[in-house]
């Protein structure tokens, strides 16, 4: 079993949807991070939190370090937001990050 | 954008020959990490560094050596390329002056082992 499982692998939804993706974790850690990639593109660092939630325009990201759990949310979804979103932890002690298998969002017009 | 330029973009070789790829960063970051990322399998450390000279495997080294001589580059050298090594190959680097912070990533070198 992986340290970091996402749920789902592969997600299909129209424009304006309200998007979620889940990130379930079996190790201590430090902090979480969210990132994302375009097709054919490079990786983008979308948030990272050890607590809470944080906000950035459409994108919403929470944890719950009790349950070890985190998600990602994305309001009034667009077509740019089709990307794949990756999770990865940061092990207590460590400064290596442990990544999810990353979710695939496709948004239709 | 964070300053990190990998080296070369694109390269396609044969099976058996040496290829090496660089890393630089203008960020004056202490850590540095090479992953290969393939279908299927995310995201996966080869090696990573922790200061000039300072480097350690991550879960895929297997043929792959690395060297930082100097802050700003780290290179990834397959010794005798394989065909199970073509892949695409990120750089990240990371600022080692608070704990946590965000990795920022390369554009990625695709490696294509014929």
């Known amino acids: 079993k992986n340290e970091v499982e996402q749920s789902p692998q592969n997600l299909t939804a129209q424009e304006g949807e309200f998007i979620t993706i889940n990130c379930s974790y079996s190790?201590?850690?430090?902090?979480l991070h969210w990132l994302q990639q375009h097709p054919g593109g490079g990786i983008v660092s979308l948030f990272m939190?050890?607590?809470g939630k944080k906000k950035h325009g459409r994108l919403i990201a929470t944890i719950n370090i009790q349950e070890k759990h985190s998600s990602l949310h994305i309001t009034a979804s667009h077509p740019r937001d089709s990307a794949v979103y990756i999770c990865?932890?940061?092990?207590?002690?460590?400064?290596?990050?442990?990544f999810g298998q990353g979710t695939r969002l496709t948004i239709n017009p | 954008d964070a300053g990190i330029t990998q080296s070369p973009r694109h390269k396609v070789t044969e099976t058996g020959t040496p290829v090496t790829l660089r890393c630089h960063q203008t960020e004056n970051h202490r850590y540095m990490y090479w992953y290969r990322q393939d279908p299927g399998h995310g995201l996966r450390l080869i090696h990573y560094s922790y200061g000039v000279k300072d480097t350690d495997k991550g879960e895929v080294s297997d043929g792959y050596s690395v060297s930082r001589s100097k802050t700003e580059d780290f290179l990834l050298t397959l010794e005798s390329a394989t065909s199970s090594q073509t892949s695409v190959y990120f750089c990240a680097i990371r600022d080692g002056t608070g704990w946590n912070q965000p990795q920022h990533f390369g554009d990625g070198t695709r490696l294509s082992i014929l």
């Open positions: 990865a932890v940061d092990g207590r002690g460590a400064q290596k990050l442990v």
């Open positions: 939190l050890s607590s």
């Open positions: 190790v201590g850690i430090s902090a």
